[in-house]
């Protein structure tokens, strides 16, 4: 026969097994907590090939349209760059000279003016607002400012100030092609290239450039879901300890 004091000893689990489906459960908590972080880490940087979409997921955006720095003409001559609301267009002739060949023109007599970067060495070079998570733009190139082209696909060449590079296709004049991006932390500059399609001159074509500030995203409701039933569970190991 069982005295009361070996009854309440055989029943009970000893200390160290409390602590250890403690710990386990704690750690089990740590790992929902990190949950959030790494859904959010695999959307750091996100493109977008669709306008409404990434206007959606973008906030605080400014969009630049170009006619109005036409001033009425069917092309206006800006030199090496072009500064429009914060943001700096660039272009440059030849490496290393401080000279370029920007304009903003009525593109085979288009209703709408946009940015050509015409018959230079070097890709087109945006400098972004301080802050900017969100960008986007209408893409495209010609080779003249009056040549009817076929709308062939090219491929336009994207690299980020860290080096990061991105290619889409995208179509010729008179045709133009949406591409964004949102991203977790700021990008100071940008390079666009269409490739060099002239012999090896570049042609670049930017219209409706677009930038802001990415929408910050929710925790997933399923992560949410699991950071309850973790918080829950560690309660309950907790009150089975003071048993």
């Not at 069982?2 to 386990?24: E, G, Y």
């Not at 959010?40 to 605080?60: L, P, V």
């Not at 290393?96 to 709408?112: D, E, Q």
């Amino acid at each position: 026969m069982k005295t009361q004091d070996s009854f309440s000893t055989a029943s009970r689990p000893n200390t160290a097994t409390k602590h250890l489906k403690t710990a386990c459960v704690a750690r089990l908590l740590l790992l929902l907590l990190a949950l959030p972080a790494v859904v959010q880490a695999q959307g750091e940087f996100e493109i977008y090939t669709d306008r409404s979409a990434f206007y959606a997921a973008s906030q605080d955006l400014q969009v630049i349209d170009f006619t109005a720095y036409a001033e009425g003409q069917p092309y206006q001559y800006y030199g090496d760059h072009l500064t429009v609301d914060g943001v700096t267009f660039v272009s440059q002739i030849v490496n290393g000279y401080t000279n370029g060949n920007l304009y903003v023109a009525y593109i085979l007599n288009s209703p709408n003016a946009v940015l050509y970067n015409y018959d230079v060495d070097l890709p087109l070079k945006v400098f972004l607002p301080p802050g900017t998570t969100a960008f986007g733009a209408d893409f495209s190139t010609t080779t003249q400012l009056a040549d009817v082209q076929e709308p062939d696909p090219f491929t336009a060449l994207i690299t980020l100030a860290d080096g990061t590079s991105y290619t889409f296709s995208a179509s010729k004049w008179p045709d133009l092609t949406f591409w964004g991006f949102t991203s977790d932390s700021p990008v100071a500059s940008l390079t666009y290239s269409d490739g060099g399609t002239f012999y090896g001159l570049h042609y670049e074509v930017m219209d409706n450039v677009a930038v802001g500030i990415a929408e910050v995203p929710e925790p997933a409701p399923v992560s949410l879901a699991l950071l309850a039933a973790g918080a829950l569970a560690v309660s309950r190991a907790k009150r089975r300890t003071r048993l």
